[in-house]
């Protein structure tokens, strides 16, 4: 009984690559979301999806950043041309339906880093 | 824009004391409250939820407390150890949407 995983757990990128996030939710789990947590802050809201759909990007930068959850396979959050102030925790949970009873699952997150 | 915050980022007790940890939002549609721990290098560890027709949840030596006429909440650990040490968050739900609202964080140090 998997809980949600993220991978990889750590990522180091140069300035100006791409950064891809995976995360494959609970089994069963249709509702995907991201957050993005610097040192020493809460957790930022970035985007929910379902499957094959995006609910509310509110929280997503406007350019540079999409995230995707495919019909097969995990959610993808994507980051083009990395920047140093993308180095952040980013943490998805899931959840098997809206509102989550008892809040979501996450997982232990990708530590990107850009040098 | 975010709404929920903390009264102290850190708090220092001994093995054994009852620890309260307090939280401020701000929203007051917000319906539905979680507060998590979170172990350095890890996720966030869902620890207690409460609803806003409640004011008082218990769990296994947590118990979470609402006061919506002054929009505060706060989690009591009793009898804390130092495997308690951690970074707690308070999170708020606002009603009808799915994205929770983190807090700043507030550190717990618990000392044997």
């Known amino acids: 009984n998997a809980g949600v995983m993220q991978n990889p757990r750590h990522l180091v990128r140069r300035r100006g690559q791409e950064a891809r996030l995976r995360c494959s939710p609970m089994?069963?789990?249709?509702?995907v979301y991201w957050y993005r947590q610097l040192p020493e802050e809460g957790l930022k809201f970035m985007v929910y999806l379902q499957k094959e759909n995006i609910i509310d990007e509110s929280g997503m930068p406007k350019e540079r950043f999409s995230a995707e959850f495919p019909k097969e396979g995990p959610s993808i959050l994507r980051i083009q041309q990395v920047v140093r102030g993308d180095s952040a925790a980013y943490f998805c949970?899931?959840?098997?339906?809206?509102?989550?009873?008892?809040?979501?699952?996450f997982g232990s997150g990708t530590r990107l880093t850009v040098v | 824009g975010e709404s929920v915050g903390l009264h102290l980022p850190t708090l220092s007790v001994q093995e054994g004391d009852n620890s309260i940890i307090n939280c401020a939002y701000s929203?007051?549609?917000?319906?539905?409250f979680i507060w998590y721990k979170q172990e350095s290098g890890k996720g966030p560890q869902f620890i207690i939820d409460i609803r806003s027709n409640m004011d008082k949840r218990q769990g296994q030596r947590v118990t979470v407390l609402l006061n919506k006429t002054v929009k505060h909440l706060s989690l009591q650990i009793a009898a804390t150890q130092p495997g308690d040490s951690a970074v707690y968050f308070c999170a708020e739900m606002w009603a009808g949407f799915q994205k929770l609202v983190f807090g700043t964080g507030t550190r717990l140090l618990v000392s044997p």
């Open positions: 089994k069963g789990h249709s509702h």
């Open positions: 929203n007051s549609a917000s319906d539905y």
């Open positions: 949970a899931s959840s098997l339906s809206g509102p989550p009873l008892h809040g979501y699952t």
